[in-house]
């Protein structure tokens, strides 16, 4: 019997009861024996994340993690990449997509 491998899947959410829209984005691991099983079983696990104030908005995204190193997760083991291609600068891609001042959370750069 083989293990189910690790998957990383980023789920959007809408949230209510701020002074501007906003969105969260959380990542949620879970063992699935494929893209589409993963992202199922993410979206099932959400459903208890969701409140008055908290709706799935139907997007996911998943990211199959590589583990060399066994079937362990641990320090340092990737769970999410996304890959965009794009034409822009380094400083015009971060204050497009990731730094845009508006984010609540801490951001190294």
């Known amino acids: 019997m083989s293990v189910e491998p690790w998957y990383g899947v980023r789920l959007v959410y809408k949230l209510m009861g701020f002074e501007k829209q906003a969105y969260e984005e959380r990542v949620l691991i879970v063992r699935a024996a ?10 099932q696990r959400s459903k208890a994340y969701e409140s008055s104030t908290t709706e799935y908005i139907g997007y996911a995204m998943a990211f199959h993690i590589f583990d060399q190193d066994g079937p ?5 083991v990737e769970v999410f990449s996304l890959i965009r291609e794009s034409d822009l600068g380094v400083d015009e891609y971060l204050n497009r997509f990731h730094d845009t001042g508006n984010e609540r959370a801490a951001i190294g750069r």
Do not use: D, Q, W, Y
Request: overall charge negative; aromatic content about 6%.
């Open 34 to 43: 494929s893209f589409t099983e993963a992202v199922h079983r993410a979206e």
């Open 72 to 76: 362990c997760l641990g320090s340092g």
